[in-house]
Each structure stands twice: as C-alpha cells, then as structure tokens.
T-cell receptor
C-alpha cells in the first residue's frame, strides 16, 4: 500500500538554528513528492515539489529538500529557522491523488 | 488572482442531518480534489474530478458521501445522514491537471462538526 511516514510528531528548534524534517515514502514507482505547510486556520501552502531531475529542490521561504531514491526519503531542510516558521508541515506523495503523512508540528523557541 | 474558495468555512450539524460543502476552484483548473482531514491527522484523499468527470472516488468512506461537479467548475461534496465520525476539515484542491503542473492549490477548508 502507498504510504508516507513522518516519524517526528513534534520538533522544537531554537530560532536561528537549522531544521530537518524527515519524510519517507512507500510507493510502487517513484512518485511526485511535495512538502506543504499549514498554519492554524489556513489552507495548505506548497513549499516545494520534486518531479524529476536534480535531487536537491529549492522552495519558498528558504526551504530546500533532498530526494534520495535509495532511502525512499524526501527530507525538508532550512539552514536558519525564523519564529514565523512555526506551523504544521506535511509531506505528500502521488501522481494525481496525494497521500499525506501525519504531519510534523514545528515549534520555534526564542 | 483568486485562489480556491470553500463555503461555508464552518458547519455544525446534528447527527442525521444532510450537509453540502461547496468548492470554487481556481478559474481554468481542470482537476479538482476533495480531502478529509481529521483532527491531528494529515489530509486523506476522498475523490477526484477531471472537468465534470469523477475519475476516482475510491476514498469516499461510505455511500453517504457524494460529490459532483456538473459543469466542470464548482464542486459540491454532500454528506447524508451525518455521523459524529464525519467531523473533520474538508479540503478542496484544484490543479491544471497536466503532468508537469500537478501542483494542487488548496482552499482553506470547511470545518464540519457533527453533534
């Protein structure tokens, strides 16, 4: 069965520190991969996506993600976290319909 | 330009009532998706339209759930005889529908509470 796993339910990072959110997928073929961010009361906003080609993908708000086929992973990174980055982050995979992970809640401490 | 809009934003229903949730996709977007997001969970796929054709409804949890998009633009998700387990946020998304434009743009969702 197709699935996306985000092993970390909560992560707390100090402002200015680096961030890495983990995502692993299980799919028949390499799917399109996405990271979305959801702030309270807001819809999902796309941060970045991987379709093919360069395995290091740049997104909005200073985020990047690296696709590693051998590990079936698509981890999200940011070199320096800002307080406004506190939100829920979802990894998703698919072609048309998307399969989402359960999300990682990012808390940013001063 | 306008994004995906959904109405109502909040809906409270008594168990057994029917509800209808509306989605207005981005103009010109061919594909439209419905997802259900339970509290503390990621969104789960319900159904997918390409224009007016419902191509996949494998995620609809029961025959109480019905979706339509009769003119290939606005879509309505209807839930009959609501149950408490139907309480969730219902998200609508639209996309161009072409492979290289598979990005889905999400609306703010409708939060349904069934009492």
């Amino acid at each position: 069965a197709q699935s996306v796993t985000q092993p970390d339910i909560h992560i707390t990072v100090s402002e200015g520190a680096s961030l890495e959110l983990r995502c692993n997928y299980s799919y028949g073929a390499t799917p399109y991969l996405f990271w979305y961010v959801q702030s309270p009361g807001q819809g999902l906003q796309l941060l970045l996506k991987y379709f093919s080609g360069d395995t290091l993908v740049q997104g909005i708000k200073g985020f990047e993600a690296e696709f590693k086929r051998s590990q079936s992973s698509f981890n999200l990174r940011k070199p320096s976290v800002h307080w406004s980055d506190a939100a829920e982050y979802f990894c998703a995979a698919g072609f048309q319909k998307l399969v989402f992970g359960t999300g990682t809640r990012l808390l940013v401490s001063p | 330009g306008a994004g995906v809009s959904q109405s109502p934003r909040y809906k409270v229903a008594k168990r057994g009532q029917d509800v209808a949730l509306r989605c207005d996709p981005i103009s010109g977007h061919v594909s439209l998706f419905w997802y259900q997001q339970a509290l503390g969970q990621g969104p789960e796929f319900l159904t997918y339209f390409q224009n007016e054709a419902q191509l996949d409804k494998s995620g609809l949890p029961s025959d109480r759930f019905f979706a339509e998009r009769p003119e290939g633009s606005v879509s309505t998700l209807k839930i009959q005889r609501t149950q408490q387990e139907d309480s969730a946020v219902y998200l609508c998304a639209s996309s161009h529908g072409l492979a290289e434009y598979n990005e889905q743009f999400f609306g703010p969702g409708t939060r349904l509470t069934v009492l």
